[in-house]
Each structure stands twice: as structure tokens, then as C-alpha cells.
């Protein structure tokens, strides 16, 4: 088992940052790709951002392209998400996810490639 716990959201306004955390613990070196994914009020889980555990290879949805940016401390067994130019449509719960299988594009902003979940961190942008 592989246990995922978020931290770092908060409030922001409009135009500022923030930087997410995920600390993973357990049957770590089973993981091979992480992702980041997000749920706002009435709507539908949607994927943010993959990460590569092995080779650090990176893929994120149109709509952060460019504002966001995942990446690891290997040695600290955690994931990041650092967030700028936030808008306030980035208002939603974050969550991050791990599995053992990973898959390129955007199949791996797909919820259902992933078995590991943490609970999550919410996120509000105010304009």
C-alpha cells in the first residue's frame, strides 16, 4: 500500500501562487508515475499534471500548461505542484495520485489509471 497526504493549499488572490505538496509513504518504490488532480464544487475529477517518477517526463492539461509546474524530491519521497499566475476557475480541491502503471499524454490525467489517492487540499482564487 501507498499512503498520499497533500498540503500547502490555501487562499490566493487572483495572479499570485501557491505550491503543493504530496508526501508519499509505505510501498513507495512501487510507485511509477504521480499525477495531480483537481475537483471543483459540481463538477467532474479532472486531471492536472503527470509526473514521471524514473524519468522525470512531464505532462499537463492545456489548462494550466505554462502556470504549473510538477516535479519531486526523490529523497523526500514527495511531489510539488507549484501553481502561479493563479485564476480564480483554479478554485477546487487538489488531489494528488500514484500508481504503479503509468501512461503517456493525456491518459494519464485519467482517474481511473490510478489505485493511490490522498485526501486533498483545497485551493480558493479570489478575484
Known amino acids: 500500500q501507498v499512503q498520499l497526504a497533500e498540503s500547502g493549499g490555501g487562499s490566493v488572490q487572483a495572479g499570485g501562487s501557491l505550491r503543493l505538496s504530496c508526501a508519499a509513504s509505505?510501498?513507495?518504490?512501487?510507485?511509477?508515475?504521480m499525477a495531480w488532480f483537481r475537483q471543483a464544487p459540481g463538477k467532474e475529477r479532472e486531471g492536472v499534471a503527470t509526473?514521471?517518477?524514473?524519468?522525470?517526463?512531464?505532462y499537463y492539461a492545456d489548462s494550466v500548461k505554462g502556470r504549473f509546474t510538477i516535479s519531486q524530491d526523490i529523497a523526500k519521497n514527495t511531489m510539488y505542484l507549484q501553481m502561479n499566475s493563479l485564476k480564480p476557475e483554479d478554485t477546487a480541491m487538489y488531489y494528488c495520485?500514484?500508481?504503479?502503471?503509468?501512461?503517456?499524454?493525456?491518459?494519464?490525467?485519467?482517474?481511473?489509471?490510478?489505485?493511490?489517492w490522498g485526501q486533498g487540499t483545497q485551493v480558493t482564487v479570489s478575484s
Open positions: 495520485a500514484a500508481d504503479r502503471g503509468c501512461w503517456s499524454g493525456s491518459w494519464g490525467l485519467r482517474v481511473d489509471k490510478y489505485n493511490y
Open positions: 509505505g510501498y513507495t518504490y512501487s510507485v511509477n508515475c
Open positions: 509526473f514521471y517518477v524514473g524519468g522525470g517526463d512531464t
